[in-house]
């Protein structure tokens, strides 16, 4: 098991002239289960982003580390896996297609056993050749899932992990997570409380509104 962290340093967040949040300080570590919570429009998901490195804060930083190795930017890919609303898979592909354009995109060779297995666990396999455009949307989540673990991430990122999911779907997630969870750092962004509850600690982001 790897030893990877992610440390917030004073990260600050603003938009035109309202103050998402300010100065979070915070540090995660792999092994646990955190929860990022708040209501609606309260910043989740851009926290989010900014710990996957698609946004900038204003000020302050985010480090990942492997051990005592510190992870560039743009190697970041190589080590997260996620599934958020804002995830875009390619409707004009099958789901097979879709996960070895990615497997490419990673510089990563393909590990096709692996993903047989995903697309089973998640009850897929008769429908990986299909074109996604064809997919529900709990087929689309499911398929997300797939992709953020298809490189087997030291971290996973799930931000609303259970959205447009059935009961056997939301099921097989939190199986997924209390699994992958006591040895992988796992994130969970929702204000759900059946996904919370799954978290041992929880960054509430309602907690880092003060004025600057």
Do not use: W
Not at 95 to 118: C, H, M, W
């Amino acid at each position: 098991m790897t030893n990877y962290s992610v440390e917030l340093n004073s990260v600050t967040q603003i938009f035109g002239r309202r103050l998402i949040f300010n100065n979070i300080n915070y540090k995660f570590y792999n092994g646990n289960t955190y929860g990022i919570s708040g209501h609606n429009g309260s910043g989740k998901s851009t926290l989010s982003r900014i710990i996957l490195g698609l946004v900038s804060p204003v000020r302050g930083k985010v480090i990942h580390k492997s051990g005592s190795n510190s992870i560039k930017h743009d190697a970041l890919s190589n080590h997260i896996g996620f599934v958020a609303p804002y995830l875009t898979l390619y409707n004009e592909f099958t789901a097979q297609e879709n996960i070895s354009f990615f497997f490419k995109v990673r510089g990563l060779g393909p590990d096709f056993d692996y993903t047989d297995t995903l697309f089973e666990v998640f009850g897929l396999s008769k429908r990986k050749n299909d074109y996604l455009k064809t997919y529900s949307s709990g087929m689309l989540q499911r398929v997300k899932y797939i992709f953020a673990l298809q490189h087997k991430p030291e971290v996973l990122l799930l931000d609303e992990p259970t959205s447009n999911l059935d009961n056997k779907g939301k099921d097989e997630v939190y199986k997924l997570i209390n699994e992958l969870g006591k040895e992988r750092l796992i994130l969970v962004a929702s204000n759900e409380d059946t996904d919370l509850n799954l978290c041992s600690n929880i960054l509430n982001v309602e907690d880092y509104k003060d004025k600057q």
